[in-house]
């Protein structure tokens, strides 16, 4: 083999080596940056694997939002009317968080089955209600018909 040839292909080693490093952390970072959507009877099942951050939806329960005297932290329970999951939040909630309207957080489980959110999104119109809510609304319903 010629030195010439050699090096071309120390090159294109080198080069391929680069590209599926590169590939390797785009994929790891995609991954780790990855957030899943589950219904509260999603969370009941058991669906909620590990530990990693998720978005909870479905609609604020009435008479369920209790504000900490003295603090932001406010605690409400989310349901699909199937099954509901107690949330708690601190921090300033959306001008449009009200109870009987569709929610969706970000967080994650705790020990004890509660869900702690870092977030809290809430619709912005009468008409509107997020896909990922609106669907599992839809599917606790076609459950509870069985």
Known sequence: M????????????VVLAGVVVSAVLALRA???NLQ?????????????????????????????????EGSLTVNFIVTDYLHS???????VLPDLFQEGKGVVT???????GHFVAEE??????????????????????EREQL
């Open 2 to 13: 010629t030195p010439t040839r050699r090096r071309r292909l120390l090159l294109i080693g």
């Open 30 to 32: 995609f991954q780790l």
């Open 36 to 68: 899943y959507f589950f219904s509260p009877t999603q969370v009941a099942e058991g669906e909620v694997g590990d530990a990693r951050a998720f978005r909870l939806g479905g609609m604020v329960l009435e008479d369920s939002v209790e504000r900490a």
């Open 85 to 91: 999951v107690p949330v708690s939040y601190t921090g």
């Open 106 to 112: 970000l967080g994650r489980m705790d020990p004890s």
């Open 120 to 141: 809290v999104l809430a619709k912005h119109d009468e008409n509107y209600m997020p896909p990922e809510v609106a669907e599992a609304l839809e599917q606790a319903r």
